[in-house]
Structures are given as structure tokens and as C-alpha cells.
């Protein structure tokens, strides 16, 4: 990983420190999370999101990656795993584009032509940039902690395409939800194999 | 409503941020591009005149416009290919695949398997191969000191002969 993409993540990772712990004083005070049920009533949340991703593509040496999705998540489990705990699972499916910059000109195969005998040759790479699609399905599970405050973990699995390629990648990511009223969040990921920023609205 | 123009007015601001960011490294002319270690790497030149190396790893390659030079070496599948007056060296593999236009110079030693498709004015040298296979579009020269060469011309032809382990399409030099 270059020295440019570990400070940004260094720097991501400790804004999400100090977000944490801005937070968690006002926070023990209305803590809702021994309260199971005491949240914002929903069957489905549709996310739209901005994607950032320090990772290199899941098949070729590239640069860092942005882009855009979108998750809906539904409700499976009102009552989640843990009965004394205010908790919650559901299961996501969602759509996102990430756009790769290239990396030193290196990068995947993209058009392979064949010699008379058969032998491939490359003609054609992403050395200068490459795009993916991923389409991820991810298990949900959401701890209401405050009656601003949720947060989740997301374990899963996508599928990934790019130009001539399939290929399925593991989802993991950490996320937290700031929520305006019972209908509209704000919502962070932090993960593989991406970060997004986005907006939740609560259906 | 207004859900419906919060979702789009996201949307327009991901996109314009999107097409106002900068794009990373490239490979350049006259610059010196590598890959090496891991399974696979293919090196791509932003125009002519790249000098790419390719080495220690399952599959390679580079790609490259005009005037190029290129050197595959340590992988188990190489290809290369280039437009005209390509310098292209592949060594070392299990199979190397080119494909580059007129005046490529080619040489492919120490490996098993070189299929080459070379533009007109071309020469290949092939040395300490299992097989060596080159299709020429155009006349071209084709040196196997070590046997183990089957040269073909433009219409399926085969080469001419000129003696000392040398073919050629469209008369020895």
C-alpha cells in the first residue's frame, strides 16, 4: 500500500475515532441499546452511497477507486440474535460502480488475440483505468445504541464484473448511521471492498 | 417527493465529483515500466516508445504502440505485443506469444514454447527452444541456430531456406 493511500486511510480511520468518542459522552446518557424495540419502526432501508475504496481492484494491480451504489436492505429479524440487547438483522442486496485509476500503467488483460498457433497475446490492458461493478448480498446485523445512533456489521459476499470477467469477492464492513428523525440517516461503511458515505432512508 | 429528489440529488453530486478526480500513474513514453512477482501483470504504454519489463511471475505481458522496447524473462506465460520497430526479448518461459508490426526485431531463447506473428521487415531469432513458430505478414528473416523452426509466410507459404539455420519470406537477404 503507498504512503498516499495509508494516510488517507489513517486519517479516515482516526475521523471515525473522534466521531466515536465526540459522541459516546451525550450518548451513555440516552443509550437505547438494553431497550430491544426502542428504534425507528422500518421493513426496508434504501441507501444511495458515494464509494471510496484504498483497495486495488480484485484482479489487477491498480490505484485507489471511487464511485457510487446503492444498498436496500430488508428487515428479516426485528428482534435480532441477542433478546436483551436492542438489536436487529436483515439481509442486503445492493448495486455499486467503483471506477480504479491506473497504476503505474500496470493492470489486467483486457483483449487477449491468439498467434496462428493458438498462443495468446495481450493487446489491450487497464493499465489507465479500469471500472468494476459489484453486486453484494450482504447478512445485516444493527445495534440501536442511542436514539441518533445505530451501528451494524455486514459480513457477505459480491459479485464482480469488469470488461470479459466474472468473479465473486468476500464483503466485510463496519458501519454507523447518524438519524435525523425515524426516517432519514446518515450512513457510514467503513470495509472491504470499499468505504461508502451515504443517506439512509427508512421505509 | 422530496425522498425521490434527495436519492437524485445525491446521485448528481457523486457524478460530479467522480469526473472532477485525477487519474493515477501512468506508463509513458521513453519511461521505464516493470512488473514483477505475483500471478499476473499486464503493462500498458500511454503512446510509443515505452521500455517495459516483464519478470518472475505466472503470466505477463506488455502492450505497447510504436518503437518499444519490451523484455518478458522468469514467466510462464508471456505475451507481447507492439506496433512497428518493436525491440522485443522473451526468455526463460513456458510459452511467449507476440504479436508486433513491421521492423519488430524478436529474439526468443531458453524457452518452450515462441509463437511469433511478425510484420514485414522483421527478424526473428530463436535459440534453445522447444518450438519455434513465426507467421510473417511480410518478408522477414527468421534465425534458429538450434532447429526447431517452423516459419510460415503471408498465404500459409512456407519460408525459404538460405542456409546456416536461416529462413526467410520473400527472398534470403
Redesign the interface.
Known amino acids: 500500500m503507498s504512503q498516499r493511500r495509508s494516510t488517507r486511510l489513517s486519517l479516515l480511520v482516526l475521523s471515525c475515532f473522534a466521531l466515536v468518542l465526540g459522541v459516546s459522552a451525550r450518548a451513555q446518557a440516552q443509550s437505547t441499546i438494553r431497550v430491544p424495540g426502542q428504534r425507528p419502526p422500518y421493513s426496508f432501508e434504501?441507501e444511495?452511497h458515494?464509494l471510496l475504496t484504498p483497495f486495488e481492484a480484485p484482479d489487477?494491480?491498480?490505484?485507489?477507486g471511487?464511485?457510487?451504489g446503492v444498498r436496500g436492505t430488508i428487515e428479516l429479524a426485528p428482534d435480532g440474535f441477542i433478546p436483551k440487547l436492542n438489536d436487529s438483522v436483515g439481509i442486503g442486496f445492493g448495486l455499486d460502480w467503483i471506477?480504479y485509476?491506473?497504476?503505474?500503467?500496470?493492470?489486467?488483460?483486457r483483449r487477449?488475440?491468439?498467434?496462428?498457433?493458438?498462443?495468446?497475446?495481450?493487446?489491450?490492458?487497464?493499465?489507465?483505468?479500469s471500472n468494476y461493478v459489484f453486486v453484494p448480498v450482504v447478512m445485516q446485523w444493527n445495534f440501536w445504541l442511542h436514539r441518533q445512533w445505530s451501528v451494524f456489521g455486514e459480513p457477505g459476499l459480491a459479485l464482480s464484473h469488469r470488461s470479459g470477467d466474472f468473479g465473486v469477492v468476500p464483503v466485510f464492513a463496519a458501519g454507523g448511521r447518524f438519524h435525523f428523525n425515524d426516517?432519514?440517516a446518515l450512513t457510514m461503511r467503513i470495509g472491504y471492498p470499499s468505504f461508502s458515505f451515504?443517506?439512509s432512508?427508512l421505509f | 417527493m422530496r425522498r425521490v429528489l434527495a436519492v437524485l440529488g445525491f446521485f448528481l453530486l457523486g457524478s460530479l465529483c467522480a469526473l472532477g478526480c485525477t487519474s493515477g500513474d501512468n506508463c509513458s513514453s521513453g519511461q521505464h515500466c516493470e512488473c514483477s512477482e505475483g500471478d499476473q501483470c499486464y503493462l500498458g504504454c500511454d503512446d510509443d516508445g515505452c521500455d517495459q519489463s516483464c519478470h518472475n511471475m505466472n503470466r505477463c505481458g506488455t502492450v505497447c504502440g510504436d518503437d518499444c522496447s519490451s523484455n518478458c524473462h522468469d514467466v510462464q506465460q508471456c505475451s507481447q505485443s507492439c506496433g512497428s520497430g518493436c525491440g522485443l526479448e522473451c526468455a526463460h518461459t513456458d510459452s511467449c506469444g507476440v504479436i508486433c508490426g513491421d521492423n519488430c526485431r524478436l529474439n526468443c531463447h531458453d524457452t518452450k514454447q515462441c509463437s511469433a506473428e511478425v510484420g514485414p521487415n522483421s527478424e526473428v531469432t530463436c535459440q534453445a527452444v522447444t518450438s519455434c513458430t513465426v507467421f510473417c505478414t511480410g518478408s522477414c528473416v527468421v534465425n534458429c541456430p538450434n532447429k526447431g523452426c517452423e516459419v510460415k509466410c503471408a498465404g500459409n507459404t512456407p519460408a525459404t531456406e538460405c542456409g546456416a539455420d536461416r529462413f526467410a519470406c520473400g527472398g534470403c537477404p
Open positions: 434504501l444511495p458515494l489487477g494491480p491498480s490505484s485507489d471511487y464511485g457510487l471506477h485509476d491506473g497504476l503505474g500503467g500496470r493492470g489486467y488483460c487477449f488475440e491468439y498467434t496462428p498457433q493458438g498462443v495468446p497475446v495481450c493487446v489491450e490492458t487497464s493499465a489507465h483505468s426516517s432519514v451515504g443517506v432512508f
